[in-house]
């Protein structure tokens, strides 16, 4: 079933899903959308991977776009303030950038250049202003996204985030260590690890700018709110195990749900494609329970006062986009040129990356 994606305002193109990737409750239920401010989000973006040297003029203009990155958030973050948007959309291809270069640096064997990266980023989580104008483009371009991040809500938020994007740099220190050793995480490992390694928390942090509402700690913890994100991601996460499985055997990844299984539990490639489908498709079906609990959570502290009518809204919105999230990530799949590596001229080296150590020349 094909999906319709806006790539102007009045231009669409369809897109197959090849049938063991199908999911046929998201193309039913979970109808796709489109932030209105998504033209020149990509427009602004694709600038912005040029101006702080994140791509090259000659990749930008080549992959850019085809790359749908800017598509990926602005099918989730539905009705967040335009400036809003176009901070998250900037560090979301921050992030691919980052992943890339992770992913060339355990390939291409270098750990201390890995090392130094990570340092760097830790500082500039701590303290982004003083490394807007780092050598490293990397460093200077998180900075730049954390200062615009930094600037929607209270020191709480900027704080939670901060520590939990810490741990995602830590989760990335741990892959590198796996990959570089030849270690298959066990499975359990691999699915805590995983949740890092996405960015969970990240992504669901960044709901509440998009509300333009921090959530009290009472409503993050409630059991069905928290439940509802989770599955939102989990379910993001392993669909691009299941989607990445074959290019990963082929690549000997060891950082894959898929993998984790055949390399533990002695599963065959059918059997181990099928489990992970299944867990991909019970998160659809316990996120569609899950919402109805929250929905009545937000009606229950919708008491009527100002702060019961704001959280109870702001709840509302963060749970609406977290179903855009299933929408989004199944399309980006299908769209982007990242995955479709059948059509790279070395399937082991991305078209799109820079192989060199940028920063260390």
Not at 42 to 62: F, G, H, I, N, Y
Not at 130 to 153: I, K, M, T
Request: aromatic share 12%.
């Amino acid at each position: 079933m094909p999906a319709f994606v806006q790539r102007t305002p009045t231009t669409y193109h369809s897109v197959p899903v090849p049938p063991g990737l199908s999911l046929p409750v998201i193309e039913a239920e979970f109808p796709r959308q489109l932030h209105p401010y998504w033209p020149k989000l990509q427009e602004k973006t694709r600038a912005w991977l040029l101006d702080m040297r994140l791509m090259s003029a000659a990749k930008v203009e080549a992959y850019a776009d085809g790359l749908c990155y800017t598509d990926l958030m602005a099918g989730y973050y539905m009705g967040a303030p335009d400036e809003v948007l176009q901070a998250i959309a900037d560090y979301s291809a921050w992030f691919f950038v980052w992943d890339d270069r992770h992913d060339r640096d355990v390939v291409h064997g270098r750990p201390s250049a890995w090392q130094r990266l990570r340092n760097r980023l830790h500082a500039a989580l701590d303290s982004p202003k003083e490394h807007l104008y780092h050598q490293d483009p990397l460093v200077a371009g998180l900075a730049d996204s954390l200062v615009r991040l930094y600037s929607f809500l209270g020191e709480g938020w900027n704080a939670r985030f901060a520590g939990h994007f810490h741990d995602v740099i830590d989760a990335y220190d741990q892959e590198f260590h796996n990959r570089t050793s030849g270690i298959v995480p066990t499975v359990d490992e691999y699915l805590e690890l995983r949740r890092l390694t996405f960015a969970h928390w990240i992504w669901i942090d960044l709901l509440e700018p998009s509300a333009g509402y921090e959530l009290p700690a009472a409503v993050r913890e409630n059991h069905a709110f928290r439940r509802a994100a989770l599955l939102c991601q989990d379910f993001a996460a392993w669909y691009n195990d299941l989607c990445s499985l074959p290019k990963e055997l082929a690549g000997d990844e060891v950082h894959n749900l898929g993998i984790s299984l055949i390399h533990h539990q002695g599963m065959r490639l059918e059997e181990c494609t099928a489990e992970v489908r299944s867990r991909v498709e019970k998160c659809v079906t316990q996120f569609i329970d899950v919402e109805q609990e929250v929905l009545r959570y937000a009606e229950g502290i919708d008491n009527g006062s100002a702060r019961g009518v704001e959280s109870a809204a702001a709840v509302r919105t963060c749970l609406c986009n977290m179903r855009n999230w299933f929408s989004s990530v199944y399309w980006f799949h299908h769209e982007s040129n990242r995955y479709m590596v059948d059509s790279w001229d070395d399937r082991s080296t991305p078209p799109y990356v820079n192989n060199e150590a940028a920063g260390e020349k």
